[in-house]
């Protein structure tokens, strides 16, 4: 019997700590507090990225990844799937590595969205990113010197 009530006194035990209230934060079984970031769902969402010579009619014109030395402008063309407007996001220009410039935007809806850009010959990138510097999306492409002698 003596066996028993000892048994019985330890489950009791374990029983009230495994109960403690969620919130005594001496409890082991307290939660860790919880992140603003861990709760908000992703609020946009590239669907398409590409870079163009244009935009007509909020449609890219003459889409290519690789621009000739007459190019002088390059546009960024974007299309966003926004879940919870406003939000604001930018354009990061970069060429041969080193940013060059950002365009930020202020999104009110899903839709069509795009940045242009003056450019000279490199290679450049340009990504699309919330405000706080995460990246959505990116699209690289060159723009081409003058035509150099075939290395022989």
Same mark, same amino acid.
């Given at each position: 019997?003596?066996? %028993?009530?000892?048994?019985?006194?330890?489950?009791?035990?374990?029983?009230?700590?495994?109960?403690?209230?969620? @919130?005594?934060?001496?409890?082991?079984?307290? !939660?860790?507090?919880?992140?603003? =970031?861990? #709760?908000?769902?992703?609020?946009? !969402?590239?669907?398409?990225?590409?870079?163009?010579?244009?935009?007509?009619?909020?449609?890219?014109?003459?889409?290519?990844?690789? +621009?000739?030395?007459?190019?002088?402008?390059?546009?960024? %063309?974007?299309?966003?799937? $926004?879940?919870?407007?406003? $939000?604001?996001?930018?354009? $990061? %220009?970069?060429?041969?590595?080193? #940013?060059?410039? /950002?365009?930020?935007?202020?999104?009110? *809806?899903?839709?069509? %969205?795009?940045?242009? !850009?003056?450019?000279?010959? @490199?290679?450049?990138?340009?990504?699309? #990113?919330? /405000?706080? @510097?995460?990246?959505?999306? *990116?699209?690289? +492409?060159? $723009?081409? *010197? =003058? =035509? =150099?002698?075939?290395? #022989?």
């Amino acid at each position: 019997m003596h066996k %028993w009530l000892v048994l019985a006194l330890i489950g009791v035990g374990v029983r009230a700590w495994a109960q403690a209230p969620a @919130g005594n934060e001496s409890s082991p079984m307290a !939660k860790p507090p919880e992140t603003a =970031a861990a #709760q908000t769902p992703a609020a946009v !969402k590239v669907e398409k990225i590409l870079v163009a010579a244009s935009v007509e009619n909020r449609e890219p014109v003459g889409e290519t990844n690789v +621009f000739g030395p007459e190019f002088t402008q390059v546009t960024c %063309w974007a299309r966003l799937s $926004v879940a919870e407007p406003p $939000v604001k996001v930018k354009f $990061v %220009w970069s060429l041969d590595g080193k #940013q060059v410039s /950002e365009h930020p935007l202020d999104i009110k *809806s899903s839709g069509r %969205w795009w940045a242009a !850009k003056t450019v000279k010959p @490199g290679a450049w990138k340009v990504e699309l #990113q919330t /405000e706080d @510097g995460a990246r959505l999306g *990116s699209v690289e +492409f060159k $723009v081409g *010197s =003058a =035509a =150099a002698p075939a290395a #022989q």
